[in-house]
Nanobody, 124 residues
Framework: QVHVVESGGGLVQAGDSLRLSCVLSGGTFTTFQMAWFRQSPGKEREFVAGLNWSGVRIAYADSAKGRFTISRDNDKDTVYLQMNNLKPEDTANYYC?????????????????WGQGTQVTVSA
């Protein structure tokens, strides 16, 4: 059974950086497209960044472009989200997700496997 576990969240100040990590187990990592989503209270879950199995094809939400970098290490079955210049509006629970689809999707309904989330709080 596939499991996805995130780590790396925390409380930081505006302008700081964080790196989130996500480890997938129970499946062949290179068969999954991976993505990060986030959700804050009262808002819908939104796509942040995603990449294909090789890490060559990458997509970012407009809010993440220029500040966040998604990457993966297929030897470690791990995907990362490097977040720089964090803003208070980045405060949310960040979820890692995996899908077996061939193309990068930004639709949360197309991701079958989800982690429990890691909280990121950015103070002004």
């Amino acid at each position: 059974q596939v499991h996805v576990v995130e780590s790396g969240g925390g409380l930081v100040q505006a302008g700081d950086s964080l790196r989130l990590s996500c480890v997938l187990s129970g499946g062949t990592f290179t068969t999954f497209q991976m993505a990060w989503f986030r959700q804050s209270p009262g808002k819908e879950r939104e796509f942040v960044a995603g990449l294909n199995w090789s890490g060559v094809r990458i997509a970012y939400a407009d809010s993440a472009k220029g500040r966040f970098t998604i990457s993966r290490d297929n030897d470690k079955d791990t995907v990362y989200l490097q977040m720089n210049n964090l803003k208070p509006e980045d405060t949310a629970n960040y979820y890692c997700a995996a899908t077996g689809l061939a193309l990068i999707s930004q639709n949360s309904e197309e991701f079958r496997y989800w982690g429990q989330g890691t909280q990121v709080t950015v103070s002004a």
